[in-house]
């Protein structure tokens, strides 16, 4: 069986590699892509594969934008974080989705739904029908994360998270009781998800809560440091050129 993998996270791409070669060593993954425009153009080039493992979101659009483009002639498998969205719509014959981080029993079984849809016709789903759902009836922030704890799945719910953060391209976050977990997410997607009424990026390396912020300390030339509850390892400031829009965030404005 031939899949492509289009995924814009790279540690979720790969984690899902690792775990599609455990599954079945047999199956043959052709391509990994990050983006609605370079899978359109492999799409459009290469002969399509038997099963395409889909991210919703990607960095330049959501990933129905390639069905507008592009007929595509494989079976689909969602992989996708908005677990708070009702993706039960996603259930056609030639469509199921994985919710992130993905765990290797849930990826057997969407594995066994694809050699099932192998001997039936190929139904094409209404992809607006998706879109609609995902932009009409659902929440417009991210409620919640799911993680790995050992072999088991958490959910956190974005109310009990202080604050997120980047250290050599692996995502982290710290909840009010200082629980520290891991993400696949990067903190581009993740600010994306966020009320940004609760959450303002205040450098390249912090995605900070508000509730979180027990003092602003104000140093010479602007510059902000922010002592943060439950303590972070690192020292945290306001990056020069984010100042006057965190000045406005935090006064409410």
């Not at 540690?11 to 599954?23: D, K, S, V």
């Not at 057997?108 to 694809?114: I, N």
């Not at 710290?174 to 891991?182: D, F, G, K, S």
């Not at 440091?225 to 020292?235: A, G, I, N, R, V």
Request: hydrophobic share 40%; glycine share 2%.
């Amino acid at each position: 069986m031939r899949t492509i993998i289009i995924e814009d996270e790279y540690f979720a791409a790969r984690r899902l590699e690792t775990i599609i070669r455990e599954c079945d060593p047999n199956i043959e993954i052709v391509a990994k892509l990050q983006s609605v425009q370079e899978s359109v153009a492999w799409l459009k080039t290469n002969t399509h594969p038997d099963l395409i493992f889909l991210d919703i979101q990607l960095d330049d659009d959501l990933s129905f934008a390639i069905f507008e483009q592009v007929e595509v002639k494989s079976n689909i498998i969602f992989t996708t974080a908005f677990d708070e969205y009702a993706i039960k719509a996603f259930k056609h014959k030639s469509i199921d989705y994985l919710l992130k981080p993905i765990v290797k029993a849930e990826l057997e079984a969407a594995l066994k739904k694809h050699n099932e849809w192998a001997t039936a016709a190929l139904q094409v789903p209404n992809f607006q029908e998706l879109v609609n759902l995902l932009h009409g009836e659902t929440p417009k922030y991210r409620e919640r994360f799911s993680v790995m704890v050992g072999e088991k799945m958490k959910s956190i719910e974005v109310s009990e998270i202080a604050y997120f953060f980047s250290i050599s391209g692996i995502t982290f976050f710290v909840t009010r009781t200082c629980n520290q977990y891991t993400l696949d997410n990067s903190l581009d997607t993740i600010i994306k998800e966020l009320d940004p009424k609760l959450f303002f990026r205040v450098n390249r390396q912090n995605l900070i809560a508000r509730k979180s912020i027990n003092q602003v300390f104000v140093f010479p030339k602007s510059r902000l440091k922010l002592d943060l509850q439950p303590k972070s390892t690192e020292e945290v400031y306001v990056s020069i050129d984010k100042v006057p829009a965190f000045k406005k965030w935090f006064d409410g404005e």
